[in-house]
Nanobody, 124 residues
Framework: QVQLVESGGGLVQAGDSLRLSCAAS????????MAWFRQPPGKEREFVAV????????NYADSVKGRFTISRDNAKNTVDLQMSDLIPEDTAVYYC?????????????????WGQGAQVTVSS
């Protein structure tokens, strides 16, 4: 069992930066690929970024490529999402996720664990 707790959400203005962090605890938490998903208001949850168990590879949704960076620190069992040049369309609840199979996590086909979510609101 793995527990995921997000932190770092908040209200920012367009063009600002924000860093989300996900603390993972539990058995073999560092063995999992980790990802961030988000759910904009009134829309379905969507993939944002994914990173392998050893910190590579990583992949991003086209909508955030070049603006967001995912990273992990296995010594601390944390996964971060650095978000830059935020736009109002980035407004969403952001979820940390863990999966045992990288590609399945990337596609959303199988997610083993979810965090509770963190609200990010970007004002124009």
């Amino acid at each position: 069992q793995v527990q995921l707790v997000e932190s770092g959400g908040g209200l920012v203005q367009a063009g600002d930066s924000l860093r989300l962090s996900c603390a993972a605890s539990g058995r073999n938490a560092d063995y999992y690929a980790m990802a961030w998903f988000r759910q904009p208001p009134g829309k379905e949850r969507e993939f944002v970024a994914v990173i392998g168990a050893n910190g590579r590879p990583s992949n991003y949704a086209d909508s955030v490529k070049g603006r967001f960076t995912i990273s992990r620190d296995n010594a601390k069992n944390t996964v971060d999402l650095q978000m830059s040049d935020l736009i109002p369309e980035d407004t969403a609840v952001y979820y940390c996720a863990a999966g045992s199979v990288y590609r399945d996590l990337w596609t959303g086909r199988r997610v083993d664990y979810w965090g509770q979510g963190a609200q990010v609101t970007v004002s124009s």
